[in-house]
Nanobody, 114 residues
Framework: QVQLVESGGGLVQPGGSLRLSCAAS????????MGWYRQAPGKERELVAA???????NYVDSVKGRFTISRDNAKNTVYLQMNSLKPEDTAVYHC????????WGQGTQVTVSS
């Protein structure tokens, strides 16, 4: 079964940028929609960005204009470029298929703080 490994998180000041990567152990070519999710302490997990194989993207309103999702099927990798980060972006970020979830990876912690 495909396993997901997220990386690229860290501590960043407000206004800073991070680029998250999600490497899959197998092909994601047949997975139409891949997404990035986040879960902040005490909150439910939310889907913040998604991308289809055709390149159609969708974002939750709170990240529109700041986050960009992309995918490289040849490398079985999904990316999330995060700019103009805010303290409210602090969360553990995971990637996964949008419709039928794969086993969740460990996620990567993003902390936005001065």
């Amino acid at each position: 079964q495909v396993q997901l490994v997220e990386s690229g998180g860290g501590l960043v000041q407000p206004g800073g940028s991070l680029r998250l990567s999600c490497a899959a152990s197998g092909s994601i070519f047949r997975i139409n929609a891949m997404g990035w999710y986040r879960q902040a302490p005490g909150k439910e997990r939310e889907l913040v960005a998604a991308i289809t194989n055709g390149g159609t993207t969708n974002y939750v309103d709170s990240v529109k204009g700041r986050f960009t999702i992309s995918r490289d099927n040849a490398k079985n990798t999904v990316y999330l470029q995060m700019n103009s980060l805010k303290p409210e972006d602090t969360a553990v970020y995971h990637c996964n298929a949008v419709r039928v979830h794969l086993p969740w990876g460990q996620g990567t912690q993003v902390t936005v703080s001065s």
